[in-house]
């Protein structure tokens, strides 16, 4: 039988409590003499570092939750894709579905995908080529120096025609694929808790595209970081995070990461996700 999620004391938001769930999240490592047990993720050559952090059920708060302010928010959307695993097959349809979703649900005037980037998970491993493992290191996929670059980059690669615009946010779209509960759910910090000092650039080199390298930040560890996620998410919600805004420029994407979350759900299923990133376009 599926156990509840475990909950730990913590102070009101509002006036409600929420639960919580304790999950480690590597980190980048802030001083050689940082207290806290060193680790080893997929892709990271540098030293991180292991902490046991605190992570909060958002769903009591979602009707307070936005891309503007936290940086994240849950929508519903219904998918077609909910039983692709052919990651080719996948990013046609899935980019067929979403594209015109996120144009309409951010009211943008034009929205580009970037097509290498749908990506499919499995937290317990594939034997399909290009599906990846759960990611495990808080992170922001794109520094603030990259993310013109990486638009631009993308509008070449499609052929596309650059236009000036007054806006662009980048924003990733991150969907369960697997029934719930998940054994590694994806959390998000809230961006407005995360201190510059706690981002660190770092050169990022995907071995999945050789040749294609970027500026991404990792996230040190700090405890007035206030993370959360949203439990047994199902194939038809999705969560918007923001990895970029141009109008806030610095300091304006969501930092993200999985976590083992079996300490409240021993037996949860393991975790089949897609996730693909958009850039959003405002005239």
């Known amino acids: 039988m599926e156990q509840a999620m475990q909950t730990i004391s913590e102070p009101r938001v509002g006036d409600k409590a929420l639960d919580l769930v304790r999950g480690q999240i590597l980190f980048s490592r802030r001083s050689p003499n940082e207290a806290a047990p060193a680790a080893l993720a997929e892709g990271y050559v540098q030293p991180l570092v292991g902490y046991d952090v605190p992570i909060r059920n958002a769903?009591?708060?979602?009707?307070?939750?936005?891309?503007?302010?936290?940086?994240?928010?849950?929508?519903?959307?219904?998918?077609?894709?909910?039983?692709?695993?052919?990651?080719?097959?996948?990013?046609e349809r899935y980019l067929a579905e979403m594209v015109p979703f996120i144009k309409n649900h951010f009211n943008a005037s034009w929205v580009v995908p970037r097509r290498e980037g749908v990506i499919l998970r499995h937290a317990g491993g594939s034997s399909v080529a290009k599906v990846r493992s759960t990611a495990t290191a808080a992170h922001i996929d794109y520094a603030p120096v990259a993310a013109p670059v990486v638009a631009a980059m993308e509008d070449r690669v499609q052929g596309m025609p650059t236009r000036s615009y007054s806006r662009m946010l980048i924003v990733q779209a991150w969907r369960a694929l697997s029934p719930p509960p998940q054994d590694f759910p994806l959390a998000v910090c809230d961006r407005r808790t995360l201190d510059p000092l706690d981002i660190c650039p770092h050169d990022w080199s995907p071995k999945q595209e050789p040749g294609y390298s970027f500026r991404s930040s990792l996230i040190q560890y700090n405890a007035d970081q206030r993370w959360y996620y949203f439990p047994r998410m199902i194939e038809d919600e999705v969560l918007l995070f923001r990895i970029y805004d141009s109008n806030v420029h610095f300091n304006s994407g969501a930092p993200h990461s999985g976590f083992d979350d079996r300490r409240a759900y021993p037996d949860a299923r393991p975790r089949e996700s897609v996730e693909a990133r958009f850039f959003v376009y405002f005239a």
Do not use: K, N, W
């Open 59 to 91: 769903r009591p708060i979602l009707d307070r939750l936005s891309i503007e302010e936290q940086g994240f928010t849950l929508v519903r959307h219904t998918t077609g894709c909910a039983t692709v695993r052919d990651p080719q097959v996948m990013r």
